[in-house]
């Protein structure tokens, strides 16, 4: 101890203000008392106290450390090690920091943020634990690059300024637009922005006009409102569109020459009724008694648009086409899409096929790939193929009957093999001639969109087996592949032990078993109250699927090889495939997997984006029609509860609205995320996922598309212990 305490009190200045340097940086979360530091230092004396002292005003001159409260310092935000990452803003005005590498992401406060936006990529150093978790906290040091994002919104116009409110609750603040720049923006107009700069200081962004969309509240200012805040297009560049129109449509003789001649066969489309573009047709032949030639003939859009051309470069950049309640924003322009690759009836089309000849217990005796030239003898609508189904009348009804007997075969098959049938009825609106929705119908997959569907599986899976399958080569060949994981192990428990709640038992816990559980278990919900909560619950406990040249199968589908092959008019994707198989079909070699797993990864990334486009779309307009209905009762279900409150899904329509917590003045509620529940402490009231319930219509915000119940609560008998001094109803998460 002796020369412990010698040592300490030889060190010089110099190694002292080294010591206390180093536990600084050591340790950047701390806070250091004088006392602390002197005697880390070397030792707790009046003289090592004095020249800690200096040492420490000397760092503090230096901006090395930072004084905080209770006479402490810490090291400095601008001696901390430098991170860099990309800010997802919060409605409050903080945010998250996503930096590479980092398992968890970083907290801003928002007095810390820097004035950063939601798509920035900003610099920022850690500076402690964030409250009440185990997050780390930082501070934003640097703005490394704007995000070029675009932001919708409400002009609100006077006689010297324009600001814009935005829609997005990823905005916290108005945006300033200099008058100057916007002499066409009017009050209540609809406007995209994007932000120019956002001066240290200032309440408001100034930004730089992008587009007038239309006055606010008008269907198609809407929904192109909805396609700009996804960053999504809403038109074709001129450009783009000229391209198009240059193609030529003629089928010479050498395309005649070049493919094989299916004109003579029996060949349809069945399609919705309100379908424009028709990419896929069936054609039908006997070839003897139960065995039958049926060709999946897909449009060759590749044979219109070539790679690197200006509507190819398009297409890519969209990946995919965009679905919205009332409108289909295409991935190729009109001239594609519904005039040259579209199969309508009696006319000759160009196609890429996959022909099958099977018997009737579905052996695939043959299958041949290949370059066609089809004649549409018929196009249906999936009403009337039903009807003929049903029926077994109607034209073409021989051809079609067989189909469906060998696709409900098929069907039947994929399921024993462990497909899981995820078969949901699908909410649809009924529009007026201005858009708005009138009404509320529920789409139901009959036979006659099973039997297209299956046979488009097969298509599909046989496509990817062929580019994909070794057979005798050194390597698998690149190739374009539509893949689904096993279900998260960690998920499935969840979902486990909630689906308990109602008295349902899941033995399954991983592989296969799990597909032939969840069919059992949609089969035993069906028609119950809680089949959509549940359902809800299974899907999202599955992984997603997803394009990739990395092939694990599709779980969901039970296939080991599987791609997408016959949407190439609305999916990127497909198109890619029909490049790769016509380059195997001509006996090329495997090509760069580097490049296709690039475009796999944007393709998965745009349907992402347009599948939450849609939803916002639905969601508009669910709350669109609800607005007539404001006071009105409704009997629903529990389909989700937060510590903020309690979604309800109405049973007549599917439409879900929020009862806030803060809105349920009856009673303080706890809230437990492990049990889905929120209880009442006065009066023992809890509400549990699945619950039938009674709900009012209290509000309807088209502007953030958000749709607020009240819950119509019964009289309820208090327990024996009320709550004192309660001054307002709350709720409070249970840890």
């Not at 160009?350 to 018997?359: D, E, G, K, M, R």
Request: aromatic content about 8%.
């Amino acid at each position: 101890m002796k020369m412990t305490r010698t040592k300490k009190q030889t060190h010089n200045g110099d190694e002292r203000a080294a010591l206390i340097l180093e536990l600084f940086r050591q340790l950047p979360d701390n806070k250091f008392s004088l006392r602390h530091l002197a005697s880390a230092s070397g030792g707790a004396s009046k003289e090592g106290r004095r020249e800690t002292m200096q040492i420490v005003e000397q760092l503090l001159a230096t901006g090395v450390i930072e004084s905080c409260p209770r006479d402490k310092y810490r090291l400095s935000p601008a001696q901390r090690p430098r991170l860099e990452g990309t800010v997802e803003m919060l409605n409050t005005g903080s945010m998250f920091v996503h930096v590479e590498g980092m398992e968890q992401q970083v907290y801003i406060h928002s007095r810390n943020s820097l004035n950063a936006l939601d798509g920035d990529r900003v610099q920022l150093v850690l500076t402690r634990k964030a409250r009440g978790s185990n997050a780390p906290e930082g501070e934003i040091t640097a703005i490394v690059e704007r995000s070029r994002k675009r932001y919708v919104g409400t002009a609100e116009v006077n006689e010297h300024n324009v600001f814009v409110r935005i829609d997005s609750r990823k905005m916290p603040v108005d945006v300033y637009l200099h008058k100057r720049d916007c002499p066409n923006v009017k009050n209540g107009d609809k406007v995209v922005v994007r932000i120019a700069e956002w001066a240290p200081g200032s309440k408001s962004p100034v930004g730089e006009l992008v587009d007038i969309l239309g006055k606010a509240g008008e269907n198609d200012t809407e929904m192109h409102a909805i396609l700009a805040e996804y960053d999504l297009p809403y038109r074709f560049e001129p450009e783009v569109e000229a391209a198009a129109e240059a193609i030529d449509g003629r089928i010479t003789c050498k395309d005649y020459a070049e493919r094989r001649d299916f004109r003579q066969t029996v060949t349809f489309t069945v399609d919705p009724a309100d379908a424009k573009d028709f990419d896929d047709a069936l054609s039908v032949r006997k070839v003897r008694d139960g065995v039958w030639e049926v060709g999946v003939h897909i449009a060759d859009v590749t044979h219109y648009v070539r790679p690197g051309s200006v509507v190819d470069t398009e297409a890519e950049a969209r990946g995919t086409s965009v679905y919205l309640v009332d409108r289909t924003v295409p991935m190729l322009p009109e001239r594609l899409c519904n005039e040259l690759c579209s199969l309508r009836p009696h006319e000759e089309s160009l196609c890429f096929s996959a022909v099958f000849t099977l018997n009737e217990n579905l052996e695939i005796l043959d299958e041949w790939f290949g370059r066609t030239v089809i004649y549409s003898d018929r196009r249906f609508a999936y009403e009337e193929a039903q009807q003929v189904i049903e029926t077994g009348r109607g034209d073409y009804a021989e051809e079609i009957l067989t189909l469906n007997r060998l696709a409900q075969a098929m069907r039947r098959e994929r399921f024993r093999n462990g497909a899981i049938s995820f078969d949901r009825a699908e909410a649809k609106f009924r529009l007026d001639e201005k858009g708005r929705p009138v009404g509320v119908y529920f789409k139901e997959q009959k036979e006659a969109n099973q039997m297209i569907e299956e046979f488009m599986l097969l298509a599909n899976r046989r496509v990817a087996e062929f580019c994909g399958k070794v057979r005798g080569r050194k390597s698998g060949r690149t190739m374009v592949y539509r893949v689904h994981d096993e279900p998260n192990v960690d998920k499935l428990q969840s979902f486990r032990q909630f689906i308990l709640r109602f008295g349902h038992v899941f033995k399954a816990s991983e592989g296969r078993p799990v597909a032939k559980e969840m069919n059992k278990l949609f089969q035993k919900v069906k028609g119950r109250p809680e089949e959509n909560v549940v359902t809800t619950l299974a899907v999202r406990s599955m992984a997603k699927a997803y394009y990739t040249t990395d092939n694990i199968g599709h779980y969901g589908l039970a296939f080991p090889y599987y791609t997408h092959f016959t949407s190439p008019i609305r999916r990127y994707p497909d198109m890619m495939g029909h490049r790769l198989l016509a380059r195997y079909l001509e006996g090329g070699k495997t090509t760069d997997k580097a490049t296709f797993e690039a475009l796999c990864e944007h393709a998965s990334e745009r349907e992402v984006i347009a599948a939450e486009a849609e939803r916002a779309s639905i969601k508009y307009k669910m709350v669109e029609f609800m607005q007539a209905r404001l006071g009105e009762e409704f009997a629903g279900h529990i389909s989700g509860i937060t510590e903020w409150g309690i979604f309800v899904e109405i049973d007549e329509n599917h439409i879900e609205g929020l009862v806030a917590m803060r809105d349920m003045h009856d009673d303080f509620y706890d809230f437990d995320p492990a049990e889905y529940t929120v209880t009442g402490r006065s009066t023992g009231r809890r509400f549990t996922l699945g619950d039938a319930v009674r709900i009012r219509v209290k509000r309807a915000d088209l502007q953030k598309r958000q749709l607020d119940f009240d819950m119509v609560l019964p009289d309820a008998p208090r327990t024996d212990t009320p709550q004192r001094g309660r001054r307002s109803p709350q709720v409070k998460r249970r840890r």
